[in-house]
């Protein structure tokens, strides 16, 4: 292949390294998704079965991680939080058969954003965007 459609992969195993693969690494280094690469996110964990019920909402769950990662002071909550919280609402959404209530998704929402840093208290930051 030629050099710019080489595609490289991360292996993660269980299994010990021997010490000739110990001393190699990768840094993966991407900018940050903005508003619509969320919803774009959200709409694909969230699956085909619970969009209608969850439409309405990815905005403004892709709104409040907004908040959340633009207002910390270090990268503490990352992707992988908001993953969490879009599993949480799909999972909600599908036992309901409905959009979850505010209630459900406040309980998710403190679930992985939970804490305080100082006057930084992300899940109240990320609830402002319902």
Same mark, same amino acid.
């Given at each position: 292949?030629?050099?710019?459609?080489? +595609?490289?992969?991360?292996?993660? =195993?269980?299994?010990?390294?021997?010490?000739?693969?110990?001393?190699?690494?990768?840094?993966? =280094?991407?900018?940050?998704?903005?508003?619509?690469?969320?919803?774009?996110?959200?709409?694909?964990?969230?699956?085909? #079965?619970?969009?209608?019920? &969850?439409?309405? &909402?990815l905005?403004?769950?892709?709104?409040? /991680? &907004?908040?959340?990662?633009?207002?910390?002071?270090?990268? /503490? !909550?990352?992707?992988?939080?908001? !993953? =969490? +919280?879009?599993?949480?609402?799909?999972r909600?959404?599908? #036992?309901?058969?409905? =959009?979850?209530?505010?209630?459900?998704?406040?309980?998710? +929402?403190?679930?992985?954003?939970?804490?305080?840093?100082?006057?930084? +208290?992300?899940? #109240?930051?990320?609830?402002?965007e319902?």
């Open positions: 292949p030629s050099k710019t459609k080489k +595609v490289a992969f991360v292996g993660i =195993s269980n299994w010990a390294l021997d010490p000739a693969k110990m001393n190699r690494g990768i840094l993966l =280094s991407r900018t940050p998704p903005d508003k619509n690469d969320l919803i774009k996110i959200g709409k694909g964990i969230a699956g085909k #079965e619970n969009l209608s019920n &969850m439409d309405g &909402m905005s403004d769950l892709a709104s409040g /991680y &907004m908040a959340v990662y633009s207002k910390q002071k270090r990268e /503490y !909550y990352g992707l992988r939080d908001y !993953y =969490s +919280v879009i599993k949480g609402v799909s909600k959404a599908s #036992e309901l058969n409905i =959009s979850p209530c505010f209630g459900d998704i406040e309980y998710i +929402v403190r679930r992985n954003f939970g804490g305080h840093f100082e006057n930084f +208290v992300p899940a #109240e930051l990320f609830l402002q319902f």
